[in-house]
């Protein structure tokens, strides 16, 4: 099989990024392997949700059962970034399911980012309000998260109202995070592309972009989206010169960011 003349022009240099409209195993399965450095995803969190272990279906069968499914997708990410970062946000429902998935892709959770979305969301009756969701990051080959003074709780405000319509639509923000601790790879992948965040972070970033989404009416939005995102004036700061910052809480942003940098005067031991 071979790649769409869209994803051969960003592989080549010839398109800052493109969003083709299929399956995602499909088209990943067209890639050549070793053409990213960094895979940012929010596939299904799962076929059920449900938490209760009663009734006619086993839901913990269903999670394991699910987690076949999520291996074939780790497998197919490793293929095209065997020396890389994958991130791939999650609910806690899910975490068990991508932990065997990632056992047995032998591809293990390095790290779970929690994300605080200042939020609290609706919840049922009886439990707690949900107010964040996670991130998983698995690494392949020697990939390793340069800045050693990232926590692994972000804070971005969020809500019920997604700006672009999509229900389950991230923050553009964030996104940019994630493809900045991965160093800026020169090509990002987004299997599950909705709404197109992924894919106008890593325009901001400065780095090439393939997107993939089975809705055509999504898949539309999200090129329109990635054409009208501006490219960065400037190249972004590389990863490795950021050694000796840390994150601290802000006030919020039209973006929703709710952090920022302070440079840390070691010898001085101020800020």
């Not at 398109?15 to 995602?24: F, K, L, T």
């Not at 009756?125 to 698995?138: K, M, Q």
């Not at 639509?169 to 909705?194: H, M, N, S, T, Y």
């Amino acid at each position: 099989m071979t790649c769409p003349n869209e994803i051969s022009a960003v592989l080549g240099g010839e398109s800052q990024g493109c969003v083709v409209c299929g399956e995602a195993l499909e088209v990943l399965a067209e890639l050549p392997p070793r053409c990213c450095g960094a895979i940012v995803m929010d596939p299904p969190f799962m076929f059920t949700t449900a938490s209760a272990g009663c009734g006619k279906l086993n839901p913990w069968a269903d999670m394991m059962n699910g987690s076949l499914w999520f291996k074939t997708l780790l497998l197919a990410c490793e293929r095209i970034c065997p020396d890389g970062y994958i991130w791939e946000f999650c609910n806690w429902r899910t975490v068990a399911t991508l932990q065997k998935a990632g056992f047995d892709a032998r591809i293990a959770i390095e790290s779970l980012l929690i994300w605080d979305k200042m939020w609290i969301a609706a919840g049922g009756s009886r439990g707690l309000h949900p107010a964040y969701e996670a991130v998983a990051l698995f690494l392949t080959g020697n990939a390793t998260i340069v800045n050693r003074g990232i926590p692994d709780i972000v804070r971005c405000q969020w809500s019920s109202h997604k700006p672009n319509g999509h229900p389950a639509e991230k923050p553009q923000w964030l996104c940019e995070r994630l493809i900045e601790w991965a160093g800026d790879p020169e090509i990002i992948v987004d299997p599950f592309a909705g709404s197109g965040s992924v894919g106008a972070a890593a325009k901001v970033r400065g780095s090439r972009y393939i997107g993939i989404e089975c809705d055509e009416a999504w898949a539309t939005y999200a090129r329109a989206r990635l054409a009208a995102t501006p490219k960065p004036l400037f190249q972004p700061e590389p990863e490795k010169a950021k050694q000796g910052m840390m994150w601290e809480e802000a006030k919020w942003t039209g973006r929703g960011g709710c952090l920022r940098r302070i440079p840390l005067d070691t010898a001085a031991g101020t800020r």
